[in-house]
């Protein structure tokens, strides 16, 4: 069962719910988001996938920034109103979609997993906006009129979650994977935490490497290869961080795509990623000398 949905198939699945109640019907969440802003609000009013409501990183996938870290993960009854007021029921289909290399996307998807959303409710369009458009499916600047739902039942806990003790125990005892670009992980530059470097033991592992040369996600195999070069096996902790705990979702998600992991064992994620963990001086930071080999570094 895979966390991703090719373009065609969103397509056949709005097709066959046409008929149904708007209640019964797809529910896409449109995750566009800048990292320096401004909203993508404008770009889902310009354009957007039949019956798609759009949802805020930073506002509705996220608490406000402080000590656990940039993007910490929403208080659940807040997530939970948000989600029901945008019509999203316990048995909708939900296709979370962005326009860059899913990272953000796979962001919704964690947290609706997270909350217990069963796995084939909830999935990641293959190469999001820019694949819908490409393959010339209808886009619409249509905002939908979806009631809200009733959300019950659900509480977080059906995904893993680490925090910076945890997140070094895998790093000493497993694998944990640094999903940033690799002058980040390096510690070359650091354009936004006040501190470069990573965690001491971790393994760099972007996720901007999920996606091939055409927009769509590499095929199964070639990520469980990918992983298996890192370390990453059934018989290990196996975690994973980014920057603020967003992009670090696509690597849990990859992994359970790859099949290395899967629904009823996924990777963990460390949700206050970086930005909770260099926020603390007293926690050691690693560096990595241009050349070196993937997870060797000098802790300072």
């Given amino acids: 069962m895979s966390p991703l949905i090719r373009p065609a198939a969103v397509s056949q699945l709005f097709t066959e719910s046409a008929d149904r109640a708007v209640?019964?019907?797809?529910?896409?969440?449109?995750?566009?988001w800048r990292l320096t802003g401004p909203s993508a609000l404008s770009d889902y009013r310009a354009g957007h996938l039949p019956g798609a409501v759009f949802v805020d990183l930073d506002t509705a996938l996220a608490d406000p920034p402080g000590h656990a870290g940039r993007h910490p993960l929403p208080e659940p009854d807040r997530l939970i109103d948000t989600l029901a007021g945008l019509g999203v029921g316990p048995r909708s289909a939900v296709i979370?979609?962005?326009?860059?290399?899913?990272?953000?996307?796979?962001?919704?998807?964690?947290?609706?997993?997270?909350?217990?959303?069963?796995?084939?409710?909830?999935?990641?369009?293959?190469?999001?906006?820019?694949?819908?458009?490409?393959?010339?499916?209808?886009?619409?600047?249509?905002?939908?009129?979806?009631?809200?739902?009733?959300?019950?039942?659900?509480?977080?806990?059906?995904?893993?979650?680490?925090?910076?003790?945890?997140?070094?125990?895998?790093?000493?005892s497993g694998v944990l994977l640094d999903a940033r670009a690799p002058a980040r992980y390096r510690g070359e530059t650091e354009p936004i935490d006040p501190r470069a470097g990573h965690i001491p033991g971790a393994r760099n592992a972007p996720s901007g490497d999920h996606l091939g040369p055409d927009g769509y996600w590499r095929s199964a195999g070639e990520l469980a290869a990918r992983f298996e070069r890192l370390g990453v096996s059934a018989d290990v902790p196996v975690g994973a961080y980014c920057g603020s705990g967003v992009t670090a979702c696509s690597v849990v998600l990859a992994m359970e795509y790859a099949g290395v992991r899967t629904p009823e064992r996924p990777a963990a994620l460390y949700a206050g990623s970086w930005s909770n963990w260099c926020a603390d001086p007293a926690r050691p930071v690693a560096v990595v000398a241009v050349g070196a080999r993937p997870g060797a570094g000098s802790a300072r």
């Fill in 23 to 32: 209640e019964q019907q797809p529910v896409p969440l449109d995750v566009r």
């Fill in 96 to 172: 979370a979609y962005d326009d860059a290399d899913g990272s953000v996307a796979a962001r919704a998807w964690w947290l609706l997993r997270w909350l217990g959303f069963p796995p084939d409710q909830v999935k990641v369009l293959d190469g999001g906006y820019a694949a819908w458009v490409a393959a010339g499916y209808p886009v619409t600047t249509d905002e939908p009129n979806r009631p809200p739902a009733r959300l019950v039942g659900l509480w977080p806990g059906a995904m893993p979650v680490l925090d910076a003790h945890g997140a070094a125990d895998v790093a000493h």
